[in-house]
């Protein structure tokens, strides 16, 4: 917590820590000043009497200048944390290699954990400082009572079982909102549904508000329950808590009077014990508010913690003994040697003892029903995961021999699960290759290369035109955004292995077959220089007859594999399968 607050902004830590505990201890040194000012006005000293109210005055100017000048201090750090968290998050996150994160339900749950103690994060300092000044306050309020009778320095400590009590019912409810990160995902999820634009259409065709709403309430009922009791527990443990304190003030309070009558201490003492006293029972209830922003903040650390230590491990896991470069042009290809995948967490098999060669300079497809495995195989080429079992092979070295980022600099991929960034249009194709400076020739050779040259006319600024409404730019079609995707994909011009999942899917069958044929054409232009590779996914035959290799997967298997000819001529699923999407198109 430390660390967070200095690393974002060292003087403003340092000065916060500093005017937080110069406001806390300037209230029981003011407690003095008025126990002088009320023996000075008892026994007539009038000079007496005036260094108390100077002593209130100036500890009061003090306080509230403290209080001010921390208070706008905390603001500027806040801002400087949180910026400095979120930088940090956005590392982390997109920093690790995988994206199991992202699909695997118990990291998604982790994840949400982390989102729910966010405002927590944004100064995980204020309640440490405050936390720290609550102490010393205490520390010096002890130390006065106990100038004026030893057992009064005894007082603070009747209120541990109130800060106990509140620090226990706090760890009730973190482990309550852990426990329920599953279903505050769904009530997050539920309110997404109702009120984003990508099933707002469905939303209202469907008129599915009603319902939505309702879902989203029964959610919420399951977790009021326990909210309810642990909120009756938490009240019965601060009432006790205070009860005692309560209790030991009481006494404290009537022991100061009986001696204050019979002459033992001063009225002044008598003064300076009812204001602690006042001052500690105030002080016990911010000191409890502190003990429970505290324990949320170390629990949201806590979070941050471990997604770092996963960051760092999965960072790890991919890290080569001995690194090898990817070469710079194939000379043999790339080998899938029996591969085999099971999703972490799951037990079905969704890729089972796979056996392929992807020859250099040649243009693959990949075909199957829904399920059969394809994207997976793309994950595992990409190395968004590893296989689970045996390896993949680039000219005959391990593809674990060669660090994931360089690998992933040598490939491109259009995608069917494309990002729809909300950028200027150069940008958002541009981000293809980040090392790339994303001026008018590169980004108009690259929707060139995707078939889209005429998209930069379509907008109204051309390439400096802002995308989506979002931002107050313009819509575009689901076509013409899978076209920005495509020409992204074709912003690194010569890579060792393009991918393209399903990238002409919201294209009708003539675009996306005018689509291939320009791939094809500039993919055997690129295999004759550098031994490149092309994988095509899609599910119009039509499109992949062109490939030289077609491989059928089915059930996470390769059931069939040759070119167009030698299936057409083997008869077999692939061959009934082109036949009857023929028929649709005659």
């Given at each position: 917590?430390l660390s967070i607050s200095w690393?974002?902004?060292?003087?403003?830590?340092?000065?916060t820590?500093?005017?937080?505990?110069?406001?806390?201890?300037?209230?029981?040194?003011r407690a003095v000043g008025?126990?002088?000012?009320?023996?000075?006005?008892?026994?007539?000293?009038?000079?007496?009497?005036?260094?108390?109210v100077?002593i209130?005055?100036?500890?009061?100017?003090?306080s509230?200048l403290?209080?001010?000048?921390?208070f706008?201090?905390?603001?500027r750090?806040?801002e400087?944390t949180?910026?400095?968290?979120?930088?940090r998050?956005?590392?982390l996150?997109?920093?690790i290699?995988?994206?199991e994160?992202h699909e695997?339900?118990?990291?998604?749950?982790?994840?949400?954990?982390?989102?729910?103690g966010r405002?927590?994060?944004?100064?995980?300092?204020n309640?440490?400082?405050?936390t720290?000044?609550s102490?010393?306050?205490?520390?010096?309020?002890m130390?006065?009572l106990a100038?004026?009778?030893?057992?009064?320095?005894?007082?603070?400590?009747?209120?541990?079982?109130?800060a106990?009590?509140t620090?226990?019912a706090?760890?009730?409810?973190?482990?309550?909102v852990d426990s329920?990160a599953?279903e505050?995902r769904?009530l997050?999820?539920?309110?997404?549904v109702?009120?984003?634009?990508?099933?707002?259409?469905e939303?209202?065709?469907?008129?599915l508000?009603?319902?939505?709403v309702?879902?989203?309430?029964?959610?919420?009922?399951?977790?009021?329950?326990q909210?309810?009791?642990?909120?009756?527990q938490?009240v019965?443990?601060?009432?006790?808590?205070?009860?005692?304190?309560s209790?030991?003030?009481?006494?404290?309070?009537?022991w100061?009077?009986g001696?204050?009558?019979?002459?033992?201490?001063?009225?002044?003492?008598?003064?300076?014990?009812?204001?602690?006293?006042?001052?500690?029972?105030a002080?016990?209830?911010t000191?409890?508010?502190n003990?429970a922003w505290?324990?949320r903040a170390?629990?949201?650390l806590?979070?941050?913690v471990w997604?770092e230590?996963?960051a760092s491990?999965a960072?790890?896991?991919?890290v080569p003994?001995?690194?090898?470069?990817?070469?710079?042009?194939?000379?043999?290809?790339?080998?899938?040697d029996s591969?085999?995948?099971?999703y972490?967490?799951?037990?079905?098999r969704?890729?089972e003892?796979?056996?392929l060669v992807?020859?250099a300079?040649?243009?693959?497809?990949?075909?199957?029903e829904?399920?059969?495995?394809?994207?997976?195989l793309v994950?595992?080429?990409?190395?968004?995961?590893?296989?689970?079992?045996?390896?993949?092979?680039?000219?005959g070295?391990?593809?674990?021999?060669?660090p994931?980022?360089?690998?992933?600099?040598h490939?491109?991929?259009?995608?069917?699960d494309f990002?729809r960034?909300?950028?200027?249009?150069?940008?958002t194709?541009?981000?293809?290759d980040?090392?790339?400076d994303p001026d008018?020739a590169?980004?108009?050779?690259?929707?060139?290369r995707?078939?889209?040259?005429?998209?930069?006319s379509?907008?109204?600024?051309?390439?400096?035109?802002?995308l989506?409404v979002?931002f107050?730019g313009?819509?575009?079609?689901?076509g013409?955004?899978?076209k920005?995707?495509l020409?992204r994909a074709?912003?690194?011009?010569?890579p060792?292995?393009?991918?393209?999942?399903?990238?002409?899917?919201?294209?009708d069958?003539?675009?996306?077959?005018?689509?291939?044929?320009r791939f094809?054409s500039?993919?055997?232009a690129v295999?004759?220089t550098?031994?490149a590779?092309?994988?095509?996914?899609?599910?119009?035959?039509?499109t992949?007859r062109?490939?030289?290799?077609?491989?059928v997967l089915?059930?996470?298997?390769?059931v069939?594999?040759?070119?167009?000819?030698?299936?057409?001529?083997?008869?077999?699923?692939y061959a009934?399968l082109?036949r009857?999407?023929?028929?649709?198109?005659r």
């Amino acid at each position: 917590m430390l660390s967070i607050s200095w690393e974002s902004d060292r003087a403003r830590t340092a000065f916060t820590l500093i005017t937080a505990t110069t406001q806390y201890v300037a209230l029981p040194l003011r407690a003095v000043g008025l126990s002088i000012l009320v023996d000075g006005s008892v026994s007539r000293q009038a000079n007496e009497a005036l260094l108390g109210v100077a002593i209130i005055v100036g500890l009061t100017a003090v306080s509230r200048l403290s209080a001010w000048t921390s208070f706008n201090l905390r603001m500027r750090l806040r801002e400087n944390t949180q910026l400095f968290l979120d930088t940090r998050l956005m590392e982390l996150i997109a920093g690790i290699p995988s994206v199991e994160h992202h699909e695997s339900p118990a990291h998604l749950d982790a994840m949400e954990q982390l989102r729910a103690g966010r405002p927590y994060l944004a100064n995980p300092f204020n309640p440490l400082s405050w936390t720290l000044a609550s102490g010393v306050q205490t520390v010096m309020i002890m130390l006065l009572l106990a100038h004026v009778e030893l057992l009064l320095a005894l007082l603070p400590l009747f209120g541990v079982p109130a800060a106990k009590g509140t620090a226990e019912a706090e760890r009730q409810w973190i482990r309550a909102v852990d426990s329920r990160a599953h279903e505050n995902r769904a009530l997050r999820y539920l309110m997404h549904v109702a009120t984003d634009a990508s099933s707002a259409k469905e939303v209202r065709l469907y008129d599915l508000g009603s319902e939505l709403v309702e879902r989203r309430r029964d959610v919420f009922r399951e977790g009021e329950i326990q909210r309810v009791v642990l909120a009756k527990q938490r009240v019965t443990w601060m009432a006790l808590g205070w009860l005692v304190f309560s209790t030991a003030y009481g006494v404290a309070l009537v022991w100061a009077v009986g001696a204050a009558t019979s002459g033992r201490i001063t009225v002044g003492a008598l003064a300076l014990v009812v204001t602690l006293g006042a001052q500690m029972n105030a002080q016990l209830a911010t000191l409890a508010l502190n003990v429970a922003w505290l324990a949320r903040a170390i629990h949201a650390l806590n979070r941050l913690v471990w997604l770092e230590d996963y960051a760092s491990d999965a960072r790890a896991a991919v890290v080569p003994k001995d690194p090898v470069s990817p070469p710079e042009h194939l000379k043999q290809g790339i080998v899938l040697d029996s591969v085999g995948f099971t999703y972490p967490g799951g037990n079905r098999r969704i890729l089972e003892d796979v056996n392929l060669v992807l020859p250099a300079g040649s243009i693959i497809a990949l075909v199957g029903e829904n399920g059969s495995g394809k994207s997976t195989l793309v994950k595992l080429l990409t190395r968004m995961y590893e296989p689970t079992s045996g390896q993949v092979l680039v000219d005959g070295v391990a593809l674990t021999s060669m660090p994931v980022n360089a690998w992933r600099h040598h490939i491109s991929a259009g995608i069917q699960d494309f990002g729809r960034y909300e950028f200027l249009a150069r940008q958002t194709v541009g981000v293809g290759d980040v090392l790339v400076d994303p001026d008018d020739a590169a980004v108009k050779a690259a929707l060139a290369r995707a078939s889209a040259p005429d998209l930069v006319s379509q907008l109204p600024s051309g390439l400096d035109s802002q995308l989506g409404v979002s931002f107050g730019g313009c819509d575009l079609s689901t076509g013409q955004w899978q076209k920005l995707a495509l020409a992204r994909a074709m912003m690194r011009p010569a890579p060792l292995l393009l991918i393209l999942d399903e990238p002409t899917a919201s294209l009708d069958a003539a675009s996306e077959h005018a689509t291939f044929e320009r791939f094809t054409s500039a993919a055997r232009a690129v295999a004759s220089t550098k031994g490149a590779i092309t994988l095509l996914i899609s599910h119009r035959f039509s499109t992949v007859r062109m490939a030289d290799l077609i491989v059928v997967l089915s059930g996470g298997r390769i059931v069939e594999k040759g070119s167009h000819s030698e299936l057409m001529e083997a008869g077999g699923s692939y061959a009934a399968l082109y036949r009857v999407q023929a028929t649709f198109y005659r």
